[in-house]
C-alpha cells in the first residue's frame, strides 16, 4: 500500500517546521504496517544536508515494521531511504544522499552504540569533507570532533536500545553545520529516572542544556558547554525530543516549541560560523 503525504513546507532545513513535518511523516507511517510512505516535497532537492540523518533514523524505525519511506520531488523521481548491514555496518542509500540532496552535505554515518573506534575512524576520515579541509581552521576541527565524540557517548548511555545512532555534516555559506539523531526513547525517560519534577519533555531538555546532570550520581554539562560555543561562534543549538523542539539561548530564555506529534528518539542539531584568519593581521 502507498500513502502519499503532502507538504506546503518550501524546503528540507533543519529547523522547527521542518522537524515538525517530518514528525507527521513518521507518526502516519509508524501506524500502519507494509506501506510505502511518499513524501512529497516539491523542494527537497534543495534541501539542508543534515536533515538526511533525521530522515535516515525515521526509515530505519519505520523498516521495523515492513513500512518504506520515500523522499523527494516527482519530477526528479523518489528516493527510497534505505539501510541495510553488512560486515561493515549500516549503511544508507547512495540514491537517497546523493540525489534528495544539496551537494553541500557529506554522506549520513549510521553507527552502532559502544562502538568507539569505529566512530574515532569517521571522526577522522569523514565528519569533515577533503574539499573543506582548506576551508576551516584546524581549531574548528579539534573542537566540533570533541563535541560529537561527546554526544555519541551521551546517545550510548542514554537511548536505551541497541539501535544505530545517525551521523550527517554539512558545509554551505561559511557555516558548518552536525546533526546526530538517534532511535532511543528521548530526554523525558531519561530525566525521570532521577527527577520526579520533571513532566513534559520540554523540561528535561532545559534540565539538560542548563548544565544539570541527567544521570544517576553522574555529571552533566555538555550541552549547555556545546550551546555556549555555537552561540559564541554566531551559530545555532536545536535539540528535538518526544513531542518538543528547544533552541538554545545564552540568557536562558531557550525557545520551548510542540511538534504536532511526538518523534521517535532525539535529534541534536548544531551549527556554527567559520571564521578565516586574516594573515595580514
Aim: proline letters at 2%.
Amino acid at each position: 500500500m502507498r500513502v502519499t503525504c503532502k507538504t506546503e513546507l518550501p524546503s528540507l532545513s533543519t529547523t522547527h517546521k521542518a522537524f515538525d513535518s517530518l514528525a507527521m511523516i513518521y507518526t502516519q507511517a509508524n501506524s500502519r504496517t507494509n506501506t510505502k510512505m511518499t513524501f512529497n516535497l516539491e523542494r527537497a532537492s534543495h534541501g539542508d544536508g543534515n536533515i538526511a540523518a533525521v530522515c535516515a533514523s525515521i526509515g530505519f524505525v519505520l523498516n521495523k515494521s515492513q513500512n518504506t519511506l520515500d523522499i523527494g520531488p516527482r519530477k526528479h523521481g523518489y528516493n527510497k531511504v534505505r539501510l541495510f548491514k553488512d560486515m561493515f555496518g549500516y549503511r544508507c542509500s547512495h540514491a537517497f544522499q546523493r540525489l534528495t540532496f544539496h551537494s553541500n552535505g557529506t554522506e549520513v554515518r549510521v553507527l552502532e552504540p559502544n562502538k568507539e573506534t569505529e566512530f574515532r575512524d569517521y571522526l577522522v576520515n569523514h565528519v569533515i569533507r577533503p574539499d573543506w579541509r582548506a576551508l576551516i581552521p584546524v581549531h574548528y576541527w579539534l573542537d566540533v570532533k570533541g563535541f560529537l565524540l561527546k554526544l555519541y557517548r551521551n546517545c550510548t548511555e542514554h537511548m536505551d536500545c541497541n539501535d544505530p545512532v545517525f551521523f550527517s555534516s554539512s558545509f554551505k555559506n561559511n557555516v558548518l553545520t552536525f546533526t546526530v539523531a538517534d532511535c532511543g526513547y528521548g530526554f523525558l525517560k531519561t530525566v525521570r529516572k532521577i527527577s520526579n519534577e520533571v513532566v513534559t519533555e520540554g523540561q528535561a531538555i532545559i534540565r539538560a542544556i542548563t548544565g544539570m546532570s541527567v544521570k544517576i550520581n553522574g555529571s552533566g554539562g555538555t550541552l549547555k558547554e556545546l550551546g555556549d560555543y555555537c552561540w559564541f561562534n554566531e551559530g545555532s543549538l536545536l535539540i528535538v525530543s518526544g513531542n518538543t523542539s528547544v533552541e538554545y539561548s545564552e540568557n536562558g530564555a531557550h525557545e520551548v516549541r510542540k511538534l504536532s506529534s511526538p518523534i521517535r528518539g532525539s535529534v541534536i542539531n548544531f551549527s556554527i560560523k567559520i571564521e578565516k584568519q586574516d594573515l595580514n593581521d
